[in-house]
């Protein structure tokens, strides 16, 4: 039962430059939330997508933005970088009215911004 | 709006010993979910335990448990018998009840890094 994958693993962008980062949930699941995590903190919730629909939105400027495709694979699209959107991207799947809703996450993808 | 706090940026344990991680939270919700999540330094973020507000016992998972205080609003993880591979930062973290229309994002402490001693 293959878990959540992220891909790249690591990229270095430069300022002003777009990156686009892809997610592939768990088996089963249909809901993809992704977060950003900066060095020495916790997560922050950027956004949630079920049903191709984004569904909540965390605290993050429009240059953040996301798609999510039949197969409830997701990907996250950051225009404009700065140096500040350097950090580790979490992608998350979970099914939606289960339980626990537990978020199962991937192993992240490093950006880095120069 | 809701809050996780982690008063412990560091920890130290050693080797079978158990070990306490403290968490508190702040919420106006009845109902809420709470877990714990363990991210060693490759950053993947590992799910350990999960805690409904309204479950009537503690979690336990295998050598974790979850202290939960719901008057106190905490929520402490318990690593029974460590091992040398626990070693890892640890995240708190809540979400808001199950719900049409509700937020169902997760809102995560600021971590404890708990090393375990040979």
């Known amino acids: 039962d293959a878990g959540v994958t992220q891909s790249p693993t690591h990229l270095i962008k430069t300022r002003g430059q777009q990156v686009t980062l892809r997610c592939s949930p768990k088996s089963g699941h249909d809901t993809v939330s992704w977060y950003q995590q900066a060095l020495g903190q916790g997560p922050q919730f950027i956004f949630q997508?079920?049903?191709?629909?984004?569904?909540q939105r965390g605290n993050f400027p429009d240059r953040f933005s996301g798609h999510q495709f039949p197969n409830y694979s997701s990907e996250l699209n950051v225009n404009a970088l700065l140096l500040g959107d350097s950090a580790l991207y979490l992608c998350?799947?979970?099914?939606?009215?289960?339980?626990?809703?537990?978020?199962?996450f991937g192993p992240g993808t490093r950006l880095l911004v120069l | 709006a809701q809050k996780i706090t982690q008063t412990q940026p560091g920890m130290f344990v050693q080797e079978k010993e158990a070990v306490t991680l403290d968490c508190t939270y702040d919420?106006?919700?009845?109902?809420?979910?709470l877990f714990w999540y363990k991210q060693p330094s490759s950053g993947e973020m590992i799910f350990l335990i999960y805690?409904?507000?309204?479950?009537?016992q503690n979690a336990t998972e295998g050598r974790y448990s979850l202290n939960f205080q719901k008057a106190r609003k905490s929520a402490n993880l318990v690593i029974s018998a460590s091992q040398l591979g626990d070693s890892a930062m640890y995240f708190c973290?809540?979400?808001?009840?199950?719900?049409?229309?509700?937020?169902?994002?997760?809102?995560f402490g600021s971590g404890t890094q708990l090393t375990v001693l040979p």
């Open positions: 919420t106006s919700d009845q109902s809420y979910g």
């Open positions: 973290a809540m979400r808001r009840p199950i719900s049409s229309g509700s937020a169902r994002q997760l809102t």
């Open positions: 805690q409904g507000s309204y479950d009537e």
């Open positions: 998350a799947s979970s099914l939606r009215d289960s339980n626990q809703e537990t978020q199962y």
């Open positions: 997508y079920y049903e191709e629909e984004e569904r």
